[in-house]
């Protein structure tokens, strides 16, 4: 008894030795979760450790319908995403999806290694799927301040209200050039010019931080917790399409595609963006999605990209006709050309399954998985995911604050471009005077939140009306900012009869399109939606009036313009209309620019500058320009100067104006 008593003891010594010594080895050899030590040799030791089905799952994105903590467990899933619209619940608060990410987040961290997933969402003019956030304009719209450090502001900005939910990744900014504004997302496009595409990446550091000074290129950058990864967009040529159509075929030579399409992909890198999504649209015939040449070879190799590559939404799918028909070649084909992270979003274990096959029948390399995992994983690092994976409830107030929606208010002005003014050079109708008897504002866009936002607004294909988020109506600037004695008489379609038994001293008439995103946006013919035209000619040819064009792009106008008395393209503004009023009672003067030609007939598209065929209505560069000026009964906004002897000033204003 004595003996087995002393060998049972003897063995236990030998196992609590062991216990010790495989504490030991793995508190020496855990080196991914320790965040003393160089990123690369966190990855280099979490890669060594990963199984094959753990490192696909970590390529894998799904949107948040398909998620749950037992599938992110299960599976090891890299990422969650919410779609066009995808939310926790109708109008849920900051907090709500915070608390949502948290509850994916610990089904991550349950998994065997706890590598955390990494929540991405589409923030393009603000954090735009969220309600109560602010809605800042359209890319088009910026692209006319040509205000590079506005833009950075506005990532700024965006990533803090991002933040606030708990999200560390966008898919912004869209950096396509647009040649053809019968493309669906052309509001998308800052420019049809790439100089101007490229200026606007400065969005880039705004959204992630400025890089290091000493910062090796291509390596993604994210500057701590109130700031997100970003993602440039769409690679490449989205904006070339015959006729605009969207992902259809850029039909474009390799100088072409590397002078106007690229640039503004090297700038980003530069910069330190942390991923790039593939376009669905071809070039010359091949499917984005499966062009080794230009992602592992030009991105990746070339131009020294070490961010992962993201495909778009079901992307993979659409390189065959019709999508799907063969998804096993889908697959091999799209992470051999160099895809990192495939956006599914609903069916992941077909996905899992086709690449776990492909891996161990030999036909895709292991290098090629080991490639984008460690891509991934180096993002996530520099997210600060794996020390802080869990979100809190410290920035929920950034959600639509004064400060970014007073920004987004400073962003509208300088977005508004005026195309006329005045019949003649001699009587200019802007700024309007506050003091008057009696006005008219009219239109289908002057008092409809969702219409003054446009696309990727809440839903996915935006909304109509008031009721889907927060924000100021064009309607509501205006009866704040006339005098309280001015009766403001709004009919969104009023008659001619109407208009001339009211005796109005003037008319602010708001038109334009309809909301719209992607493939929906489509225009053979861009005209804006009934009544627009007929309103504009009951109004216009009864009173004085200014048109303001709500648009994700040129529209045909030309037929209207004659009865015009002053014409703004106010593009897609979202949620500040105060910014209309601004330059509209002067404010503040107009400055912007027509960031693309404005077209006569769209019987000239496509039609860019430089084109020999160039014979616009409005050039590209195109603005009339206004001082801020006073009231035309003797307020000042700028000065505080009143009464008469101010007149002879504002006769100077107008004279100048008009010079300008």
């Known amino acids: 008894m004595e003996a087995m008593a002393r060998i049972l003891m003897k063995m236990m010594g030998i196992m609590l030795w062991l216990m010790v010594l495989v504490a030991m080895a793995v508190g020496e050899d855990v080196k991914y979760k320790d965040p003393k030590q160089p990123v690369g040799v966190r990855i280099k030791d979490l890669i060594r450790r990963m199984t094959l089905e753990e490192k696909i799952g970590q390529m894998v994105q799904i949107d948040r319908l398909s998620a749950s903590p037992d599938i992110m467990q299960t599976y090891s899933i890299g990422s969650v995403l919410s779609g066009g619209g995808s939310e926790p619940l109708p109008k849920a608060s900051a907090e709500d999806w915070v608390n949502m990410i948290n509850e994916f987040q610990n089904g991550s961290l349950s998994s065997r290694l706890g590598i955390p997933m990494i929540y991405g969402i589409d923030a393009v003019h603000g954090h735009n799927n969220v309600f109560n956030a602010t809605i800042f304009p359209h890319n088009i719209g910026l692209g006319a301040t040509r205000d590079p450090d506005l833009v950075k502001r506005i990532g700024s900005a965006t990533a803090l209200e991002v933040r606030a939910t708990g999200i560390p990744y966008v898919f912004a900014p869209c950096i396509a050039v647009c ?7 052309c509001y998308e496009s800052y420019s049809e010019d790439h100089k101007l595409v490229e200026a606007m990446t400065e969005i880039i550091p705004g959204l992630q931080g400025d890089i290091p000074a000493k910062s090796r290129k291509g390596v993604p950058y994210v500057g701590g917790k ?23 075929n850029t039909v ?5 595609l590397f002078s106007i399409h690229m640039p503004a992909y090297s700038d980003s890198i530069i910069k330190g963006v942390s991923t790039v999504m593939v376009s669905y649209s071809s070039w010359n015939g091949e499917k984005m999605h499966a062009n080794r040449e230009l992602i592992t070879g030009y991105l990746k190799h070339t131009l020294k990209f070490k961010g992962f590559v993201i495909s778009d939404w079901q992307g993979i799918d659409k390189i065959t006709s019709p999508p799907h028909a063969n998804y096993s070649y889908s697959v091999q084909a799209s992470i051999q050309a160099g895809i990192d992270m495939v956006m599914l979003p609903f069916n992941h274990t077909e996905f899992i399954d086709d690449l776990t096959y492909l891996v161990k029948s030999n036909v895709i390399p292991m290098d090629r998985i080991d490639d984008a995992v460690r891509r991934i994983l180096l993002v996530k690092f520099n997210l600060g995911l794996f020390e802080n994976p869990l979100a809190d409830f410290s920035l929920v107030n950034e959600l639509g604050s004064k ?5 987004a208010r400073e962003a509208v002005r300088k977005s508004l471009v005026l195309l006329k003014n005045g019949k003649n050079k001699t009587d200019p109708l802007l700024p309007l005077p506050r003091k008057v008897s009696k006005i008219l504002v009219a239109g289908t866009h002057a008092d409809n939140l969702g219409y003054q936002c446009g696309g990727w607004t809440i839903h996915w294909q935006g909304f109509s009306g008031n009721e889907f988020t927060s924000g100021t109506t064009i309607l509501g600037a205006i009866k704040s900012t006339v005098d309280p004695s001015t009766e403001v008489v709004f009919q969104e379609n009023p008659d001619s009869q109407f208009i001339k038994d009211n005796h109005f001293a003037y008319a602010i008439v708001v038109v334009g399109e309809p909301p719209y995103a992607e493939t929906a946006g489509d225009s053979m013919d861009l005209k804006m939606i009934d009544p627009g035209p007929s309103v504009i000619s009951n109004v216009c040819e009864a009173v004085k009036c200014v048109v303001v064009v709500i648009s994700g792009r040129p529209l045909v106008i030309e037929p209207y313009l004659s009865s015009i008395d002053a014409l703004v393209a106010a593009w897609l503004p979202g949620t500040e209309g105060q910014g209309v009023t601004d330059a509209l009672f002067g404010d503040h003067g107009f400055t912007g620019k027509l960031p693309r030609t404005w077209f006569k007939t769209v019987d000239q598209l496509p039609m860019n500058v430089g084109d020999h065929h160039y014979d616009p209505l409005f050039p590209f560069n195109f603005g009339l320009k206004t001082n801020s000026a006073p009231d035309f009964v003797g307020r000042s906004t700028s000065s505080g100067i009143t009464g008469r002897p101010y007149a002879f000033l504002l006769m100077i204003s107008v004279i100048f104006s008009l010079c300008s």
Not at 226 to 241: I, L, N, R, S
Not at 403 to 407: C, G
Request: charged fraction near 40%; glycine fraction near 16%.
């Open 179 to 185: 040649k053809d504004p019968r493309w669906g997302r």
């Open 226 to 248: 109130k700031k997100v990864a970003a993602c440039a967009k769409h690679f490449v040529g989205d904006g070339g399409t015959t006729k605009g159509i969207n992902e259809d």
């Open 252 to 256: 474009i030579d390799k100088h072409g």
């Open 403 to 407: 400060a970014h929606r007073d920004l």
